[in-house]
């Protein structure tokens, strides 16, 4: 039976994110949802030495009010070389620089050339997967035909998924999501926990959780995964 996961895609989102995947046998990355702005669609944050700064993708708004997150453009060629600058200037010091910045370099490069959001936070999502150990199978919401709005587009979504056993959820979404329509459809929804999260050796003070899992990386290395829950108890 599959535990499922259906979410918009990040820029390279903080280990939450990465623990919601890790905790799902199928995550969908629901990016026919509309753009928002001054969303983590495309920023996100990474720790400095003047606390948390922001990486921000330009993209192409003017005039496309509706348009969806996979149809989301970039605007400026060369966001990836400089905000591998930014990510050079403010992690040189960490521990495991050396070991993770080439990786991430080659990743950049590579996501530089891509002309989509969405295909820019696949591609990092998917290596990142790869890098921590998460096996969960990651599959775009263009696969599936998907009808009505909200929780109506979600269980369409699951339908066409064999062998479900149960949603989990993001605590954000209780807001909105109607359980009584996936009882109906004998789909237990669960919902996901971001708290008590251990602190790591975070490069610079005062700690916070909420940032890029890059920071993970730079600063734990190949012991990232301890610090995710879902991948803490299969280690």
Request: charged share 30%.
């Amino acid at each position: 039976m599959n535990r499922v996961a259906i979410l918009q895609s990040n820029y390279i989102p903080w280990k939450g994110y990465f623990d919601l995947i890790g905790a799902v046998d199928v995550f969908v990355l629901y990016d026919d949802m509309q753009y928002t702005k001054r969303d983590w669609r495309n920023r996100n944050k990474i720790k400095t030495a003047q606390g948390v700064q922001w990486l921000t993708i330009p993209i192409r708004v003017r005039g496309k009010f509706t348009q969806k997150i996979n149809e989301t453009q970039i605007f400026e060629k060369r966001w990836a070389e400089k905000h591998l600058k930014s990510l050079e200037f403010n992690y040189k010091r960490s521990l495991y620089f050396d070991d993770i910045f080439p990786w991430l370099e080659k990743l950049y490069l590579e996501a530089g050339k891509l002309e989509l959001l969405s295909q820019i936070n696949f591609l990092f999502i998917k290596e990142i997967c790869k890098r921590i150990g998460i096996c969960t199978k990651l599959i775009d919401s263009r696969q599936f035909k998907i009808e009505g709005t909200k929780s109506h587009a979600l269980i369409s979504v699951l339908k066409q998924i064999k062998e479900i056993d149960s949603y989990l959820s993001g605590p954000s979404a209780k807001d909105y999501l109607d359980e009584d329509i996936f009882t109906k459809e004998n789909i237990k929804v669960n919902w996901m926990d971001y708290n008590g999260y251990p602190e790591y050796r975070q490069l610079y003070l005062p700690f916070v959780h909420e940032v890029s899992i890059l920071d993970l990386f730079f600063n734990e290395g190949r012991n990232a995964p301890a610090f995710l829950k879902s991948m803490k108890s299969k280690l």
